[in-house]
């Protein structure tokens, strides 16, 4: 857990100095890997000509939400994130230093919330993005892991999800490594042990009570 020694900083435009106040942060670690190929459209047919030629896609995201308390606020609830992109036909460890994660905004359906993973990249001159969703649903039956553990990607030419798919597929965290992803939450900018774990303990009841609000109206 990161602890802040001062809650301020200050920057100085000529003679004049602004001071901001820092909030206290959450920030977290996760990988999701699965079959993909390129020239499909279809994150579930992607997925299966993937598997069928062994061609994964991964990515490694570092998730940084600045304001945890702004961030659970706010009913889009979007942060920055970076990471890395590991893709055969295009490279391994490929820097992705742009991003944004979305965690339960609200779907098209009033009864879904969804979780996006994007990432923006360049490979031999040509920027892509990764355009990941998982589907939170009140299907019948109880299956909250399977949709916080599947996301449904596809890879855009550009800089943004708005540029021509050149590529599908579904990529997954394993249930066992969502224990492994418990380590990496961290909070940041705060002043003590007690003020992280609150900060900690406050997320962790927002991220179990969205998952819960939408399986409990099964």
């Given at each position: 857990?990161?602890?802040?020694?001062?809650?301020?900083?200050?920057v100085?435009t000529?003679d004049?100095?602004?001071?901001?106040?820092?909030?206290?942060?959450?920030?977290?670690?996760?990988?999701m890997?699965?079959?993909f190929?390129?020239?499909?459209?279809?994150?579930?047919?992607?997925?299966?000509?993937?598997?069928?030629a062994?061609?994964?896609?991964?990515?490694h995201?570092d998730?940084?939400?600045?304001?945890?308390?702004?961030?659970?606020?706010?009913?889009?609830?979007?942060?920055?994130?970076?990471?890395?992109?590991d893709?055969?036909?295009?490279?391994?460890?490929?820097?992705?230093?742009?991003?944004l994660?979305?965690?339960?905004?609200?779907?098209?359906?009033?009864?879904?919330?969804?979780?996006?993973?994007?990432?923006?990249f360049?490979?031999d001159?040509?920027?892509?993005?990764?355009?990941?969703?998982?589907?939170?649903?009140?299907?019948p039956?109880?299956?909250?892991?399977?949709?916080?553990?599947?996301?449904?990607?596809?890879?855009h030419?550009?800089?943004d999800?708005?540029?021509?798919v050149?590529g599908?597929?579904?990529?997954y965290?394993?249930k066992?490594q969502?224990?492994n992803?418990?380590?990496?939450?961290?909070?940041?900018?705060?002043?003590?042990?007690?003020?992280?774990?609150?900060?900690?303990?406050?997320?962790?009841?927002?991220?179990?009570?969205?998952?819960?609000?939408?399986?409990?109206?099964?």
């Open positions: 857990m990161a602890e802040a020694a001062g809650r301020e900083s200050s100085k000529g004049l100095i602004m001071t901001t106040e820092i909030k206290p942060g959450v920030s977290f670690n996760e990988t890997k699965g079959g190929a390129l020239g499909e459209t279809d994150p579930k047919k992607g997925e299966e000509k993937g598997d069928a062994g061609t994964k896609l991964a990515i995201c998730i940084d939400i600045a304001d945890s308390y702004a961030f659970i606020a706010d009913p889009q609830h979007y942060a920055a994130m970076h990471g890395h992109v893709f055969p036909p295009l490279g391994m460890n490929i820097p992705a230093p742009t991003g994660f979305n965690l339960f905004s609200p779907g098209d359906n009033p009864r879904h919330k969804q979780m996006i993973y994007e990432l923006g360049e490979h001159g040509q920027e892509y993005y990764v355009a990941g969703k998982k589907e939170v649903r009140d299907d039956g109880f299956d909250m892991w399977d949709d916080i553990t599947t996301c449904f990607a596809r890879l030419e550009g800089t999800k708005s540029g021509p050149v599908a597929g579904v990529i965290i394993k066992e969502l224990l992803l418990i380590p990496t939450i961290r909070a940041t900018n705060t002043n003590s042990k007690q003020e992280s774990l609150k900060v900690l303990a406050d997320f962790g009841k927002f991220f179990m009570g969205s998952i819960w609000e939408t399986h409990s109206k099964i």
